[in-house]
């Protein structure tokens, strides 16, 4: 067989021209998976060996002519349809008709359906560990900080005095829930559809366990109808990040809220000036971690309006699923490290986050809190502090004046009879309130060193699982090259 006899191996005659092949054509976004499709020929090539499906020197020779492709690199593939038969027209180019036999027991659709996997993993094992610097950075803030006074907002309104540190270890929480999300998704991921073919099955006596261990996969998937169709995976990844993205733009937010307000300076690294003002520091980077939550949404939506309502098995509609899948996945683990960055190099300025923490009355649930704790109801005492509160809005008004009078109205009795004047003084200090809210998630300083425990532990154990699949994807590659080795 010559080239031109070779030029596109999938497409006859009939099939072969006509002004729709570019439009066919995903060769160009293939270069994605150029690498896992080399990795999932070699590990297709030499199952078939070792099940005497195809002899030691056609195998050897297809093996040879991969290693050349790969040097060769994506940009000097033939033209194709896809990556898929691209690799195996420059396979015949070299080897001849006998390059064929490594599509034998197989169809494109279990082949990209394993190679997406295979990439896919690869991508979630990189977003995973930006998930893990990013909570390292906040755990890190939290240690560093947990007797610095803040303001707290509810409604972006002063509510209640806390810490830098409860405020850091709060989305640390969250990322860690997306840390979780991302290993659930990674596992599902783990499933080879390879051998699968068309959707039916094949009647060769093939060993899909093995070319899964030669590709790192810790299973297969065990319906060939679902192995080639399903991309609910996908989807589930998609989401993940896409939620992973939403509450990187809360803490983008919430740390360009701050920056405005003098509470925090960023790092130069993570801020740009203005092209006229020269005096400007503008949180830009952290404005773009915000936008990505959009483009992930967006990539679910895509991803969710491209599956929904196709038939079962391959239809020509998956081609268009995974670039939502790759486009999310780049930018919102990108966003990941930009956000660790930003965070981890930010300077707070203690000074003025104290100043703000009493602003707008903060430490008035303190005070209902404390004269709840001498028995009276905590409504009763919520009405004696708002009508204190409004009170000392006059200028002539102190705090505890309006609190005094109010208490008298409500309690037909002096305001001392409930509670001391030491004991008032702490709950109207910030620093006095945060170290009195001692429960379990609190910001105490001891409610928040038991946090950084569990927080540490928890980054721990997830740094092992992350090891452990970094191993196992290693020690594929490697024993699949050994292999690969014996026969070229």
């Avoid at 920056?259 to 980077?285: C, E, H």
């Avoid at 009405?383 to 009078?405: Q, T, Y």
Wanted: with cysteine.
């Amino acid at each position: 067989m010559n080239d031109s006899d070779a030029e596109g191996v999938v497409r006859r005659d009939r099939f072969s021209g006509g002004p729709a092949r570019d439009f066919l054509s995903s060769l160009a976004a293939d270069e994605r998976i150029f690498a896992a499709d080399l990795a999932v020929d070699r590990a297709h090539v030499v199952m078939l060996a070792e099940c005497d499906i195809v002899d030691d020197e056609t195998a050897g020779a297809i093996l040879g002519a991969l290693d050349e492709i790969e040097a060769a690199g994506h940009d000097a593939l033939p033209e194709g349809e896809d990556v898929h038969e691209a690799i195996e027209t420059a396979v015949i180019d070299r080897v001849g008709p006998d390059g064929g036999r490594m599509h034998t027991a197989r169809s494109r659709n279990d082949e990209v359906a394993t190679c997406i996997r295979y990439r896919l993993r690869e991508d979630v094992h990189e977003a995973i560990e930006a998930t893990l610097v990013l909570r390292e950075a906040l755990a890190e803030i939290a240690d560093g900080h947990t007797e610095t006074i803040m303001p707290g907002y509810t409604h972006l309104q002063p509510a209640q005095p806390t810490t830098v540190a409860q405020w850091a270890l709060s989305y640390e929480s969250a990322v860690a829930r997306d840390t979780t999300r991302l290993f659930d998704a990674f596992d599902r991921l783990d499933a080879s559809p390879l051998g699968a073919a068309a959707f039916a099955g094949t009647p060769f006596d093939i060993d899909r366990e093995r070319t899964a261990e030669l590709l790192g996969f810790s299973s297969v998937l065990s319906n060939a109808t679902d192995a080639v169709a399903g991309r609910d995976v996908l989807l589930e990844t998609t989401q993940a990040l896409s939620t992973l993205a939403t509450t990187l733009s809360g803490l983008a937010e919430d740390l360009i809220v701050f920056a405005n307000r003098g509470f925090v300076d960023l790092a130069d690294d993570y801020s740009s000036t203005s092209s006229i003002m020269p005096q400007k520091v503008n949180p830009d980077t952290l404005e773009l971690v915000r936008a990505v939550a959009g483009d992930a949404a967006a990539g679910v939506q895509g991803l969710t309006t491209t599956l929904k309502g196709l038939p079962r098995a391959y239809n020509r509609d998956l081609q268009r699923a995974t670039p939502h899948v790759w486009e999310t996945v780049d930018a919102v683990t990108e966003a990941t490290e930009v956000a660790a960055g930003a965070a981890a190099t930010a300077d707070w300025n203690a000074e003025s986050l104290s100043a703000a923490a009493g602003e707008g009355f903060s430490t008035a649930t303190g005070v209902a809190d404390l004269l709840a704790t001498t028995g009276v109801p905590f409504r009763t005492a919520h009405e004696i502090v708002a009508e204190a509160a409004a009170a000392a809005e006059e200028p002539d008004v102190s705090i505890r004046e309006a609190l005094a009078d109010a208490a008298v109205v409500h309690l037909d009795a002096p305001l001392s009879e409930f509670v001391a004047s030491g004991a008032l003084d702490d709950a109207l200090d910030p620093e006095s309130s945060v170290a009195s809210r001692d429960s379990t998630g609190g910001p105490a300083p001891e409610a928040v060193a038991d946090q950084l425990t569990a927080v540490s532990t928890s980054i721990e154990a997830d740094r092992e699982l992350h090891a452990n699949a970094a191993c196992v994807l290693g020690t594929a590659d490697e024993r699949r090259l050994e292999v690969v080795s014996t026969y070229v």
